[in-house]
């Protein structure tokens, strides 16, 4: 993990402000928890904090280091949205080794990586199933494991335990 500091971060979609001079340090190793109603900034600022969007004023530092000129692949941060954008045609096992196969890990990392994440979130049995046969809260804890296997710097979620049952979501705020 890492440390975030967000230092008088400004952001305005034409002349309508959406966030006002918002300073932040989140310490290396912390869970920390951005609330507000649905509206306030919430997204756009971890848009902003992984590169998907850029701020209007401010700077984001990740372990002391400005990155706000370093495009998303090169921050080291896992984002899983909302809307869990996972590939349609790849079962859950090719889904969350994708990354990794990209930056050629090794095969026997990527499947340690893979059985790690998958015990956590307990989608062992889904494995080798593909995204259209799975349920809401089955398909987000995939796109968790996507996030999970890579091991980055700093993970953000959004809406991460939105669709999980009650059960499940009280297990992953504890891991």
């Known amino acids: 993990m ?6 008088n971060i400004s952001k305005s979609f034409g002349d309508q402000p959406v966030l006002r001079d918002l300073s932040l ?18 997204s756009t600022l971890l848009r902003i904090i992984a590169g998907l969007d850029s701020q209007t004023a401010g700077q984001v530092r990740i372990d002391g280091t ?17 809307q869990y954008a996972l590939y ?5 096992r090719e889904n969350l080794a994708f990354a990794l196969t990209i930056r050629r890990t090794p095969r026997r990392v990527i499947d340690e990586r893979i059985a790690e994440a998958a015990q956590l979130l307990d989608i062992e ?6 995204p259209k046969d ?10 968790m494991g996507r996030a999970i296997v890579r091991k980055p710097k700093l993970f953000l979620f959004d809406e991460p335990l939105s669709n999980l049952d009650a059960q499940l979501r009280t297990s992953m705020r504890i891991e």
């Not at 890492?2 to 230092?7: S, V």
């Open 25 to 42: 340090q989140v310490p290396d190793g912390s869970f920390t928890i951005l609330l507000g109603p649905s509206g306030c900034g919430k």
């Open 66 to 82: 400005v990155v706000d000129h370093l495009p998303p692949a090169e921050r080291d941060i896992a984002m899983v949205f909302q």
């Open 2 to 7: 890492a440390e975030l500091e967000l230092r």
């Open 134 to 143: 799975l349920s809401g809260g089955q398909r987000q804890r995939v796109a």
């Open 125 to 130: 049995p889904l494995l080798d199933r593909k």
């Open 88 to 92: 349609p045609h790849l079962s859950v």
